[in-house]
């Protein structure tokens, strides 16, 4: 699904290729995801004063198409750096090696992605504030803004 499709009406099953940019536009990446398949956001302090909601794609499904010259990491965990614009701060996307998520993975902010309307995205929350990883809840995602017109 094209990200023009996806601006109109909910995402639908299957794989299709996303982009995704930081604020001032400098840091740009593509990749072929599916997230009705599901996605994460996860309590830590990072995470959620970043915003981060997440969803992993393997190495041959990511691209980075522009931005490798503002484009700064730092650290999360052993297996894994967060990469974001050096200009604007946003954090678009993550990379890292760990066994427990299947190898080399990339992982990306959904709140970056251009255009794409996530409605009803499954969304499993992670108890990572306390290190446990523990599914907290799963459920649809629900725009609240859209939600807010509709009522």
Same mark, same amino acid.
């Given at each position: 699904?094209?990200?023009?499709?996806?601006?109109?009406?909910?995402?639908?099953?299957?794989?299709?290729?996303?982009?995704?940019?930081?604020?001032?536009?400098?840091?740009?990446?593509?990749?072929?995801?599916?997230?009705?398949?599901?996605?994460?956001?996860?309590?830590?302090?990072?995470?959620?004063?970043?915003?981060?909601?997440?969803?992993?794609? $393997?190495?041959?499904?990511?691209?980075?198409?522009?931005?490798?010259?503002?484009?700064?990491?730092?650290? $999360?965990?052993?297996?894994?750096?967060?990469?974001?614009?050096?200009?604007?701060?946003? $954090? #678009?996307?993550?990379? @890292?090696?760990?066994?427990?998520?299947?190898?080399?993975?990339?992982?990306?902010?959904?709140?970056?992605?251009?255009?794409?309307?996530?409605?009803?995205?499954? #969304?499993?929350?992670?108890? @990572?504030?306390?290190?446990?990883?523990?599914?907290?809840?799963?459920?649809?995602? #629900?725009?609240?803004?859209?939600?807010?017109? $509709?009522?």
């Amino acid at each position: 699904m094209s990200n023009a499709a996806s601006a109109q009406t909910p995402t639908t099953p299957g794989m299709g290729t996303y982009r995704a940019s930081c604020h001032c536009g400098a840091l740009r990446i593509e990749a072929d995801i599916d997230p009705s398949a599901g996605t994460t956001r996860c309590n830590c302090t990072i995470c959620t004063k970043t915003g981060w909601w997440g969803i992993l794609a $393997r190495p041959g499904a990511f691209r980075l198409v522009s931005g490798q010259e503002v484009l700064g990491d730092f650290s $999360r965990s052993p297996g894994g750096r967060a990469h974001f614009c050096k200009t604007c701060g946003i $954090r #678009v996307f993550g990379h @890292g090696d760990l066994p427990e998520l299947g190898g080399e993975f990339y992982s990306i902010n959904l709140n970056c992605l251009d255009g794409a309307d996530l409605t009803g995205v499954p #969304v499993m929350y992670l108890d @990572g504030l306390h290190d446990t990883w523990e599914q907290l809840a799963a459920v649809p995602y #629900v725009d609240p803004v859209t939600a807010a017109k $509709r009522a």
